[in-house]
């Protein structure tokens, strides 16, 4: 069956740096989009950073970027999400989103998620 798997969350002071990874299983990891997503307490589901396939083309949202990078290793069907000069408002729940195409249709599918706290 089809598993994201993320790792790598934990509590970090302000300034510091967290590597999230996302570990898949159960399609073909390398035609699929790969995008990390955050969600604070009371706020909605945000997209941080997606890689698409063969890793051709990354995008942020403006809040990370210069901060976060977004990286995919396709012989480990892993997607990973390093963060550094974290800040408070960095703290939230990570998940791993895939999308891409299976059985004729579209498909997405969503890990778990893993808790980030930056502490000020």
């Known amino acids: 069956q089809v598993r994201l798997v993320e790792s790598g969350g934990g509590l970090v002071q302000s300034g510091g740096s967290l590597r999230l990874s996302c570990a898949a299983s159960?399609?073909?990891?390398?035609?699929?989009?790969m995008s990390w997503y955050r969600q604070a307490p009371g706020k909605e589901r945000e997209l941080v950073a997606g890689?698409?396939?063969?890793?051709?083309?990354?995008n942020y949202a403006d809040s990370v970027k210069g901060r976060f990078t977004i990286s995919r290793d396709d012989a480990k069907n892993t997607v990973y999400l390093q963060m550094n000069s974290l800040k408070a408002e960095d703290t939230a729940v990570y998940y791993c989103?895939?999308?891409?195409?299976?059985?004729?249709?579209?498909?997405?599918?969503w890990g778990q998620g893993t808790q980030v706290t930056v502490s000020s």
């Open positions: 989103n895939a999308r891409g195409r299976r059985f004729g249709g579209a498909v997405t599918y």
């Open positions: 159960g399609f073909s990891f390398s035609s699929f989009v």
């Open positions: 890689v698409t396939s063969a890793g051709g083309t990354t």
